[in-house]
């Protein structure tokens, strides 16, 4: 039985809704209404993989302007396992976040962190990467996982296809997404201010993303998600993909590029329709000494910041890390204290934040054309200031 993780009275919990206020060439501003917040569009959802966004609490989070954060079926489903974690109140309750969370499915992971798949037409049969213990993991298991963890928005399974495959290859991985797409759709539980998206699949190949757009809205869905992106096809393929994928979705429902990405990936991205992002690249990049700032990446790491009394980005004062100097930072990470990964890591989620904001502003505005011209702008000039 499945623990009601917030309030039981479904009459008084908020419809899951989209609602488009702006536009701006094809970019979109708008909001989606949940049963645990609303979330300002577009958004960035940083990675919380394991219930957890590396060395940030709830709080700090919230604090970078975060709306939404997304969390992991696979992971959490080897440990602590979701069962567990629906007896000790579901994941909000577990992870002390109570504004919306996203679970992705499993399926990417299944593909790429586990040995000795055995792919059907009914699901998935793998081993872990942690102890090589066998699971079975079906379009309905995994609806019923995201169940247990009480997520918001619940991700539909799908084989995200690899990187290069052939026409014929990507369309028989599709079509088996498409079919699982329909077994999640009849597997989730219908409950208010919930939501379940669908993932359009289909390669680089533009007739295939198509057919896929197609198959999902007949089976219908409250948002749609463009995966197997950002897997190693280069922005120029990725940009193609959205070009065709984007039109083709409901103005009406929420659209999420999966896994993505760079700054430069979200700008782009924005401007051909995309409201919803997530990448684990500000959390990664900061525990290993890259920062973002409006004037590109630097690594902290690089002697020339020794004794740099400067902060990371004299044009932001983030709360908690605007004023700490490179010069300490360097220090922090040369002599391998956790602090360091922990504030530039807190660095990098507020960079994500303010970008997210802007670009918002500049569609109300109708000036984002304007704003890409001068990021891209600012980003080519790099960190080139001296002492």
């Not at 990098?348 to 304007?370: F, K, T």
């Amino acid at each position: 039985m499945v623990i009601p993780v917030f309030c039981t009275d479904q009459r008084t919990m908020p419809k899951f809704e989209y609602a488009l206020t702006h536009t701006d060439g094809r970019a979109r501003r708008g909001s989606l209404t949940t049963a645990h917040g609303k979330v300002e569009t577009p958004v960035f959802m940083p990675v919380g993989t394991a219930a957890t966004v590396k060395g940030m609490t709830s709080d700090a989070i919230s604090a970078t302007g975060a709306d939404i954060i997304l969390a992991n079926t696979y992971h959490l489903m080897l440990r602590p396992g979701a069962e567990r974690v629906n007896r000790l109140g579901g994941l909000h309750e577990f992870m002390d976040w109570r504004k919306p969370i996203l679970t992705d499915s499993g399926g990417f992971q299944v593909m790429s962190l586990t040995d000795l798949r055995k792919l059907s037409d009914e699901g998935v049969e793998f081993r872990s990467h942690i102890d090589g213990a066998k699971f079975w993991l079906t379009p309905e298991r995994s609806i019923e996982i995201q169940n247990y963890l009480g997520s918001t928005i619940t991700m539909a399974l799908d084989e995200c296809t690899a990187n290069g495959v052939d026409a014929r290859s990507a369309a028989n991985s599709m079509r088996l997404s498409m079919r699982w797409a329909l077994r999640c759709r009849d597997a989730f539980e219908v409950r208010t201010g919930y939501g379940l998206f669908g993932i359009v699949q289909g390669s680089v190949y533009p007739d295939l993303r198509i057919e896929s757009a197609a198959a999902l809205k007949e089976i219908g869905f409250d948002g749609y998600a463009v995966g197997g992106l950002a897997v190693g096809e280069g922005q120029e393929a990725m940009f193609s993909v959205l070009d065709v994928t984007a039109p083709a979705l409901p103005e009406n429902r929420p659209r999420y590029l999966m896994g993505v990405g760079t700054p430069s990936d979200i700008v782009g991205a924005v401007r051909r329709g995309i409201d919803m992002f997530d990448c684990v690249l500000p959390t990664r990049s900061g525990r290993t000494g890259q920062a973002f700032t409006r004037r590109g990446t630097l690594n902290i790491r690089n002697a020339r910041h020794a004794e740099d009394p400067r902060p990371l980005d004299a044009d932001s004062d983030y709360p908690g890390v605007g004023q700490v100097s490179r010069a300490y930072l360097h220090h922090l990470f040369k002599a391998k204290e956790m602090l360091g990964p922990i504030l530039l890591t807190m660095h990098n989620l507020h960079y994500y934040q303010d970008l997210m904001a802007s670009i918002r502003g500049a569609i109300e505005m109708g000036s984002l054309d304007e704003f890409a011209a001068v990021f891209h702008e600012e980003q080519a000039s790099g960190d080139i200031e001296q002492i």
